[in-house]
């Protein structure tokens, strides 16, 4: 078949979507691909026209435009099938405010938040005691989320969250360990414990992408009652948000047993050592493995 690649953009995370779609691209050589590389930066106004002429579109793009569901629109536009969640999907589980209401009016547990629209006056408070979290309403990878220790704190992280992000969000520091799930067509993957290295507070951009910033281990060596709950959550998030093919759902797992579900990834990081591949290889999916499978459910969603 004739792939388009897509991958690149304009958001904080074009470095992590280039990186991914490295691996992907010499993925679907092997399988017997021939690809096509776009990257929506340089030539977005071309998409439609390089979509016309390829039987399929391999999506890796992180933030906006991507997982906003741009990209997925333009492409049914055109009828090119593309692995992954839809348009609408997308665009609700790329806004945090917009999807945790979805979470909560199903019964899934997710912590409280503060959505700000734009930058609050220099009296604000936030509604939580600290240490908190504040976060881009629509960004990943962790970039631009900040650990608010103090009010003291508050406002320099603020204007620096500002400075890049339209719409933030307030969140209070949920304790416990990160927990990641993955799901793949109709079934919840194994899931990941996360541990960041010593010196690392949480799961951070450097945690997440500095060789040995984190332990990942996988399957998590979790109790079974709760890591079939965690699976039920992941799966059940997928579902009402309408996603198709594949997704990551992230959770915190704290001490006194509870479950708190903080978002869902419509584009999942994909390198080969990535956590949905890692949770893949888990049930015996190689890399290559699941980027074919991908290209199955894409096809299997377009008809």
């Not at 004739?2 to 679907?28: D, F, T």
């Not at 993957?189 to 951070?204: C, H, K, R, T, Y």
């Not at 888990?282 to 096809?299: K, N, V, Y």
Request: hydrophobic share 40%; with cysteine; glycine share 10%.
């Amino acid at each position: 078949m004739n792939i388009l690649l897509i991958a690149g953009g304009w958001s904080s995370e074009r470095e992590v979507s280039l990186n991914g779609a490295k691996g992907i691209h010499e993925a679907l050589l092997r399988l017997g691909h021939t690809v096509t590389f776009f990257d929506p930066q340089l030539s977005l106004d071309g998409l439609l026209t390089a979509a016309r002429g390829h039987d399929f579109a391999f999506i890796n793009l992180h933030g906006s435009p991507g997982e906003d569901g741009m990209v997925q629109a333009l492409l049914e536009s055109v009828a090119c099938p593309f692995q992954g969640s839809r348009a609408t999907g997308s665009f609700i589980a790329l806004n945090k405010s917009v999807s945790k209401q979805v979470f909560l009016d199903n019964g899934l547990p997710t912590p409280e938040w503060e959505f700000l629209a734009k930058r609050p006056s220099k009296d604000w408070r936030p509604k939580f005691s600290y240490p908190l979290f504040i976060k881009s309403n629509t960004g990943g990878s962790s970039l631009g989320l900040s650990r608010v220790a103090s009010a003291e704190e508050l406002p320099d992280s603020l204007d620096s969250l500002f400075a890049t992000e339209s719409q933030v969000i307030v969140e209070p520091l949920i304790e416990g360990v990160e927990v990641t799930c993955g799901v793949l067509g109709d079934s919840a993957l194994p899931p990941v414990l996360i541990e960041p290295a010593d010196g690392s507070v949480f799961f951070d951009y450097e945690a997440k992408y500095r060789p040995g910033g984190a332990r990942e281990i996988c399957p998590a060596p979790l109790p079974d009652t709760i890591t079939a709950q965690v699976k039920h959550f992941a799966l059940k998030a997928h579902k009402v948000l309408g996603l198709c093919g594949y997704s990551r759902a992230d959770f915190i797992y704290s001490p006194d047993g509870s479950l708190h579900l903080l978002e869902v990834n419509t584009l999942p990081g994909m390198t080969s050592t990535s956590l949905l591949p890692q949770e893949a290889a888990a049930i015996g999916l190689s890399f290559d493995d699941l980027i074919a499978r991908l290209i199955e459910l894409g096809f299997d969603e377009s008809k």
